[in-house]
């Protein structure tokens, strides 16, 4: 495996479900991201992960909780979400300090809340 | 506070029809701007980084250049395999790391 893993591809879940999203990065960073992304808007940031603490939660509903057990693999938890939850949710992971700050994303997970 | 503007919204060219992509950005500091080039149902994938006004960038048909309030993304003879959306987003120094896009150009090219 190469590159940054999402899994699902592909979910939908009742609005009284619990799932998690996850997402594995084999390039040896440590920051790791995720980001929603709705058809005519542009990708908002949810959560940073910085050395496996994290540095930024951009407002994001209670019902995303996202976990990071270690530099390679980020969780995101959900429960109760609601229809305008549907999006794609994409993780990405960079080297953070090194003066490259590009991002390599994941194929995302096409969530929908049914 | 930041923000990225993206024109067109959407584009369409004949093969062989060269155009540019314009991305106008306000930033309270400029740490790099990027371009990401995105496929329906994947990913976005890297493109470009430019760190300072008057820096160019290419790769095959792409050319990407920077000044102190816009970047262009200019596309040369493009190709039907050239379609997708192509994403702008700067990183502003004092932001952590968090980059922030603009919607995107949507780039169709017909045979």
């Known amino acids: 495996e190469t590159g940054v893993t999402q899994t699902p591809r592909h979910l939908v879940m009742g609005m009284t479900n619990k799932k998690s999203l996850k997402c594995e990065q084999h390039?040896?960073?440590?920051?790791m991201y995720w980001y929603k992304q709705s058809a005519k808007k542009p990708l908002e940031l949810m959560f940073v992960?910085?050395?496996?603490?994290?540095?930024e939660n951009n407002s994001v509903p209670s019902r995303f909780s996202p976990e990071c057990p270690n530099s390679s693999h980020l969780f995101l938890h959900l429960h109760t979400l609601q229809p305008e939850d549907s999006a794609l949710y994409l993780c990405?992971?960079?080297?953070?300090?090194?003066?490259?700050?590009?991002?390599?994303f994941g194929s995302g997970t096409r969530l929908t809340v049914v | 506070e930041d923000q990225v503007t993206q024109s067109p919204e959407a584009l369409r060219l004949q093969e062989g029809e060269s155009s540019s992509l314009n991305c106008s950005y306000t930033?309270?500091?400029?740490?790099?701007l990027f371009w990401y080039r995105q496929d329906p149902g994947k990913g976005p994938e890297f493109l470009f980084t430019?760190?300072?006004a008057g820096e160019e960038k290419e790769k095959e048909r792409l050319k990407a250049t920077l000044t102190k309030k816009e970047s262009f993304l200019h596309i040369t003879a493009p190709k039907p395999e050239d379609s997708a959306t192509y994403l702008c987003?700067?990183?502003?120094?004092?932001?952590?790391?968090?980059?922030?896009f603009g919607k995107g150009t949507s780039l169709l090219v017909t045979p």
């Open positions: 990405a992971s960079s080297q953070a300090g090194t003066g490259n700050y590009g991002y390599t």
């Open positions: 992960y910085n050395f496996k603490e994290q540095t």
């Open positions: 930033v309270s500091g400029l740490r790099g």
């Open positions: 390039l040896g960073h440590n920051a």
């Open positions: 430019l760190y300072s």
């Open positions: 987003a700067v990183q502003a120094t004092g932001s952590g790391y968090a980059l922030n």
